[in-house]
């Protein structure tokens, strides 16, 4: 993926250590008997490794196809997992359920668009490189130009849905913190042995969420 080299390194590092977070997350769900939470941090660990793939190496077709069949798996799970909340606990259930949706729809798009052929040949004499507005060696088609429109306008209408479940993450992150930081005044220690423990913690998996949603923010900048 396109991009200063100096940012999309740290991105992708920031993705590898949240990938393995949630790799360590499914081991310690098992093995502490956590009755639910597996979907997610399946999805995330995926969406993790494919984020950080993406941001130091080219996709080809097959890669990104690839990628796209095991991402779509979660993407249609978490779609049925919205309509069953919409239908047994309402609009407001199925708020959890939307977010994990349009991270992974986000994640589609991007590997739809990296697997995409290349629209036109690259310029010999513009020394490989196919800037936007660059004359190239033949005619811009309507289907180009229509092509590229439409990956931009997609691009920041996912920039401003990911806007608004990262700003209900980074709400929800404050209040886990606020409410970790009072349970020494509160002493209910039923509360923190329920919480299985800093791995399992929510404060963790929502700030491994606000990451996630910040660098697929970026990501599709890049392609905007």
């Known amino acids: 993926m396109s991009g200063p080299i100096w940012l999309n390194w740290p991105f992708a590092g920031v993705m590898v250590i949240f990938a393995l977070y949630h790799g360590v997350r499914l081991v310690t769900a098992g093995q502490r008997g956590r009755p639910n ?7 995330h660990l995926l969406m993790c490794t494919a984020m950080a793939a993406m941001l130091v190496m080219t ?13 779509g798996v979660p993407t249609l799970w978490f779609i049925l ?3 069953m909340a919409l239908v047994s606990g ?14 992974c ?30 004359a190239v060696g033949g005619p811009v088609s309507h289907d180009m130009v229509t092509s590229t429109s439409s990956v ?33 005044l509160n002493r209910r220690p039923d509360v923190r042995q329920r919480s299985g423990g800093l791995l399992l913690a929510p404060g963790l998996s929502l700030g491994s969420q606000l990451a996630m949603s910040a660098t697929m923010i970026y990501m599709l900048v890049l392609l905007a």
């Open 37 to 43: 939470g597996y979907d997610i941090d399946l999805a």
């Open 105 to 134: 729809a986000a994640m589609l798009f991007m590997l739809v668009v990296a697997g995409r052929p290349a629209s036109a040949p690259l310029s010999t004499a513009s020394g490989g490189m196919n800037m936007p507005g660059m």
């Open 152 to 184: 931009a306008v997609t691009s920041l209408v996912f920039v401003g849905l990911l806007g608004l479940v990262a700003a209900l993450h980074a709400r929800q992150l404050r209040a886990a913190v606020t409410s970790h930081v009072a349970w020494p």
């Open 59 to 71: 996709f080809g077709a097959h890669l990104a196809t690839a990628w796209a069949v095991v991402v």
């Open 90 to 103: 309402g609009a407001k259930a199925m708020m959890a359920p939307v977010q994990q949706v349009l991270m």
């Open 81 to 83: 997992r919205a309509v």
